[in-house]
């Protein structure tokens, strides 16, 4: 009898054993082994200014994936906290302060990054996982990482935000306009190496004109040219690491100096530019060239046929560049009770194969024809991450009280470039020195 009570107790024990073993998943991504990754059925938080979990849900490509990460890693729930753009960055922020944020994975803008960096608010990934899985991730999304590694730490590891290659910049134009105004193919210009800003100038000029006879300029050479796609294109920085590895405000390179003389030129002496940021005047046909990120450009917008092209190269480029814009990425918090099980989670839903499933997807969503698919496929192998305005705190270009806004003000104010800019420098410096903790 006492046997058999001891058989007894040892099976319970090997069965509980067993059971708890179970809930642990051994996980291995294609980034790195992670190993046993269990939540103890704690609920996940997703914060973000859109849903980014819809794929996963009924209808979705990836159904029931949800379903599959709670019972593999034994997780309680993972829910959406969706809030808007203009608040997601605080609300992260509150919920970090509040003690809140223990299970949240944080998706968001870039407008938020210093701010919340600055505050100690995100966890160093780079604590936690080794060099190999930096290397793994994709090239564009990489080369931001090193540019935002801010006092030597690491803070983006997903590669499941399309985002890392929404803002790079290219050249949409109107194929209609420039048949019906008898200007060469943009595509042959490009393959001949003429894609520059002389030659776009002069198109601009011969596109811009009163199509009805009333007096009245009516369809113009550009859209509205915002002024850190003229800086990219001719090589030109507005911050930059020097010779010594500290961040430097750079906009007196002459590479930048020179981008914003012909802007100005461009926009207030030749009146060869229309509109705002959104693009208004293009979609409805009246500019040739419109000049614009990834994630505006729509063909279901369009009533013209339309191609696709770098941003034309400044004198200072021998080839066209291919800016990468900004970095909008996930987070974990710096209270984070599991970072590695976060992390883990992250890259079970958001595989490589789907990054890059989902960048042929929304190029193959901007072109109608070979040509415009060529350029992203050229995009992909050379955008330079070195080509972005991460440092949001120097300001917008239209904040004529902030930095990097006072500059462009300056510009199209009529001043001196190089005058405006030295005026606006040591502003600058000190505000990096001061978020770099120089």
Same mark, same amino acid.
């Given at each position: ?28 991504? +294609?980034?790195?082994? =992670? ?8 609920? /996940?938080?997703?914060?973000?200014? =859109? ?15 949800? *379903? *599959? ?30 003690? *809140?944020?223990?299970?949240?994975? #944080?998706?968001?803008?870039?407008q938020y990054f210093f701010d919340l960096a ?24 990489? +080369? ?16 499941? /935000? ?10 949409? &134009? ?9 200007? $060469? ?25 009163? !199509? ?9 050479? =550009? ?15 507005? !911050?930059?690491?020097?010779? !010594? ?18 802007? @100005?030129?461009?926009? @207030? /002496? ?14 409805q046909g009246r500019v040739a060239m419109a ?20 941003? $034309? ?17 996930? &987070? ?6 599991? $970072? ?6 992250? @890259? &079970? ?8 499933? *989902? ?18 496929? +050229?995009?992909?192998?050379? #955008? ?6 991460? &440092? @949001? ?31 606006f420098k040591p502003v600058a410096q000190a ?8």
């Amino acid at each position: 009898m006492v046997m058999g009570r001891k058989l007894s107790f040892l099976l319970v024990a090997v069965f509980m054993l067993w059971s708890l073993a179970a809930q642990a998943y051994e996980f291995e991504s +294609d980034r790195m082994y =992670f190993g046993d990754i269990d939540f103890g059925g704690a609920t /996940v938080t997703i914060v973000a200014h =859109f849903d980014n979990l819809v794929r996963f849900k009924e209808g979705g490509a990836e159904a029931g994936k949800l *379903e *599959e990460a709670k019972r593999l890693f034994n997780i309680g729930d993972i829910r959406l906290l969706q809030v808007g753009w203009g608040e997601v960055g605080q609300t992260c922020l509150n919920r970090y302060m509040a003690g *809140e944020s223990t299970w949240d994975i #944080w998706r968001l803008p870039h407008q938020y990054f210093f701010d919340l960096a600055t505050k100690g608010a995100f966890f160093d990934v780079s604590q936690i996982l080794p060099e190999s899985y930096f290397e793994k991730l994709p090239r564009i999304t990489r +080369d931001k990482n090193e540019m935002l590694a801010l006092g030597g730490k690491k803070f983006h590891y997903s590669c499941g /935000v399309p985002d890392d290659y929404g803002h790079s910049e290219f050249l949409v &134009f109107n194929k209609d306009i420039f048949e019906r105004e008898g200007l $060469p193919s943009p595509y042959e210009l490009y393959e001949n190496n003429e894609w520059t800003w002389d030659v776009v100038e002069d198109l601009a000029k011969r596109a811009t004109r009163d !199509t009805d006879g009333d007096g009245t300029i009516d369809q113009w050479g =550009f859209s509205f040219i915002n002024p850190q796609y003229m800086i990219f294109a001719n090589g030109g920085t507005i !911050t930059k690491f020097d010779e !010594t590895g500290r961040m430097i405000f750079s906009m007196d390179d002459e590479a930048t100096i020179e981008a914003l003389r012909r802007l @100005n030129q461009w926009q @207030n /002496v030749d009146g060869l530019t229309v509109g705002d940021y959104q693009m208004t005047e293009f979609k409805q046909g009246r500019v040739a060239m419109a000049w614009m990120p990834f994630w505006q450009i729509n063909p279901k917008e369009y009533e013209f046929a339309h191609g696709v092209l770098p941003p $034309p190269r400044g004198p200072h480029m021998d080839e066209c560049a291919f800016p990468s814009g900004v970095a909008d990425a996930f &987070f974990i918090p710096a209270n984070a009770a599991n $970072p590695l099980a976060l992390i883990a989670l992250d @890259n &079970f839903l958001w595989p490589l194969d789907t990054y890059y499933e *989902e960048l042929d997807n929304a190029i193959r969503a901007r072109v109608v024809d070979v040509e415009s698919y060529r350029t992203f496929q +050229d995009a992909i192998e050379k #955008w330079d991450g070195n080509l972005a305005y991460y &440092f @949001n705190f120097l300001g917008s270009w239209w904040q004529a009280d902030r930095p990097y806004g006072g500059v462009i003000q300056g510009v199209m104010s009529g001043k001196s470039p190089a005058s405006v800019i030295a005026e606006f420098k040591p502003v600058a410096q000190a505000q990096i020195d001061e978020v770099f903790g120089y």
